[in-house]
């Protein structure tokens, strides 16, 4: 179908680095399912306050572009 565009995601990260309560808030309709699929497999390094591990929201971009 030939569509880019960057899908904008909503995510949390765990204390464990781990994604949860992933959703999408904006981009193309085509392009959406691809980007969570890709986006649940990611891990972080957890966050840390005061060296303990805490939760984070955060916002993710996801761009596809076309190549030659």
């Known amino acids: ?5 960057i899908v904008q995601l909503h995510a949390t990260i765990d204390k464990t680095g781990a ?5 999408v808030m904006s ?4 392009l959406r399912q691809a980007a969570l699929d890709a986006v649940k497999t990611w891990r972080y390094k957890p966050y840390a306050l005061n060296h303990d ?3 984070v929201e ?5 761009a596809f572009t076309l190549g030659n």
Not at 1 to 5: E, F, I
Not at 58 to 62: A, M, Y
């Open 1 to 5: 179908a030939r569509v880019s565009g």
């Open 19 to 23: 994604i949860r309560d992933l959703y």
């Open 27 to 30: 981009g193309p309709q085509m």
């Open 53 to 55: 591990p805490i939760d």
């Open 58 to 62: 955060t916002t993710i971009n996801v």
